[in-house]
């Protein structure tokens, strides 16, 4: 094994398959329509903890055996309302995904790494993650890999289908699991109750939206990739309150009555990053674009207070995809307080109820002709291109099992399309500091590692206190 902790052998000793312990009436659950904007994706999530020191009822220490059956029992309980997760998607007499709700269960691996914790290249998951910790979805709708490290620690690992879940959804069922591991009441009991999204009749929506979305017909072809292309890869880094609270100064310009959010003030930043990395021909001239995602559970329900409750429990997706385009030049030249300036005023254009509305009646019109965003389409974009997603809400001191609660948890999103990704995450070590996951393009992580080395620092044990892990 070498020192960097990326090369190491994981060993998968069982393979088995978690329904719901209660049975079910099979049924079909349709998908709404912002279900419906989703490709057929996976979404990693994983979690480490760091060897347990005994069991929480005083007894034997908790050994690799008794954390797995904790983990498969409170699994089977935690499927009876989640019962989504345990389904299959298939196609509609239309061609449309919909979700057959048959107790069909998750795939649950069990397996060893020879590495320890500490050793882990959490900087780099293309190394350490993707194909050895994190399970690969072949059925169903969630898979689950639990792995033991040399060191006795663990990984609790998942891979989920984005066209059923967002991460709202995902997160609560990570919560009422290991609520459910530590016999806790859940906290809240998903719902269902696809009329929220129901669209309107007749269905308004604005032209705008005819930009940020594109029917599959109307979509250039695919670029073919050229020899030697720069790859997308992933990174994680750590970034403290004291260099957030830098950016937001920096990003806030004076003429502004508000001071620029966090997410704003590093989206800002990571958007002049990515245009200064820009080196094909012509670059100044070219068009650079970024996306925030918008969740939109608070701006659907505003001012209805059942509606408000509703919405805080639904599962499904919920998000819109607003994007900015600036020239390469523009983005490198102005100051990051006139960026910051920019991303404010396209995200507030998504910010309202009617944006919402308007977007499930845009997918009504184009059903069942399936869509795509704009900015991610080959040839839509002469220039660089990449998406950012607030992992803010990401409860990773909640997924608690009852050994404690994560040394680090992570989204791993490596989704296969042409732009990069970036999701900033509460580390669960230091209040107000982020991790920060980054899918972008090789030379574009290259410059932010020269350029901003002082702000993104890699991932390391030292920072997640695991150099005594062991």
């Not at 050994?63 to 009876?80: D, I, N, P, Y």
Request: aromatic fraction near 10%; charge should be negative.
């Amino acid at each position: 094994m070498s020192s960097s902790g990326g090369e190491f052998m994981v060993t998968v000793r069982r393979k088995e398959v978690v329904a719901a312990m209660l049975p079910m009436q099979k049924h079909w659950l349709p998908l709404s329509n912002l279900d419906l904007l989703l490709p057929p994706i996976n979404v990693g999530v994983f979690f480490c903890y760091k060897k347990p020191r005994g069991s929480a009822s005083g007894g034997d220490d908790f050994t690799f055996g008794s954390m797995v059956r904790v983990l498969k029992e409170a699994m089977a309980q935690a499927l009876v309302p989640y019962y989504a997760f345990a389904g299959e998607v298939l196609s509609n007499s239309l061609g449309e995904a919909e979700l057959l709700c048959n107790n069909r269960g998750v795939d649950f691996l069990e397996a060893y790494a020879d590495v320890k914790l500490q050793d882990l290249n959490l900087y780099n998951p293309d190394e350490s993650i993707e194909g050895k910790l994190a399970p690969t979805r072949k059925h169903g709708v969630l898979s689950v890999q639990v792995t033991e490290l040399k060191c006795g620690g663990i990984v609790v690992a998942c891979t989920f289908d984005h066209r059923i879940a967002d991460a709202y959804p995902t997160n609560m069922f990570l919560v009422s699991w290991a609520e459910t591991a530590q016999s806790k009441p859940l906290s809240v009991i998903p719902s269902f109750r696809r009329s929220l999204l129901n669209p309107r009749h007749p269905g308004s929506y604005a032209p705008s939206l005819d930009h940020m979305y594109v029917p599959i017909s109307a979509l250039p072809p695919p670029k073919v990739p050229q020899p030697g292309a720069d790859p997308l890869i992933s990174r994680l880094y750590y970034v403290t309150a004291e260099k957030l609270s830098l950016l937001q100064t920096l990003a806030t310009s004076k003429s502004s009555s508000y001071k620029r959010t966090k997410l704003e003030s590093l989206s800002a930043f990571l958007w002049k990053m990515v245009a200064k990395s820009a080196h094909m021909e012509n670059a100044n001239q070219k068009i650079c674009k970024m996306s925030v995602v918008v969740d939109g559970r608070k701006r659907l329900s505003s001012g209805d207070e059942d509606r408000t409750t509703a919405m805080a429990s639904y599962f499904g997706n919920v998000l819109s995809f607003p994007f900015g385009e600036k020239t390469v030049n523009d983005l490198k030249e102005k100051p990051l307080s006139w960026v910051g300036d920019e991303v404010h005023d396209f995200l507030e254009a998504a910010m309202t109820k009617e944006h919402f509305l308007g977007l499930i009646d845009w997918v009504e019109a184009h059903r069942p002709e399936p869509a795509a965003l704009n900015m991610c389409c080959s040839g839509n974009s002469d220039g660089p291109g990449f998406m950012v997603s607030s992992g803010q809400r990401f409860p990773v001191t909640k997924v608690d099992f009852g050994w404690g609660k994560p040394a680090l948890g992570s989204y791993h999103f490596p989704w296969g399309a042409e732009v990069g990704y970036v999701m900033p995450m509460p580390t669960p070590t230091v209040d107000d500091d982020w991790v920060v996951y980054m899918h972008l393009l090789k030379a574009q992580i290259e410059l932010i590692e020269t350029e901003a080395a002082h702000i993104f620092r890699p991932l390391t044990a030292d920072h997640l206190n695991l150099l005594n892990a062991d």
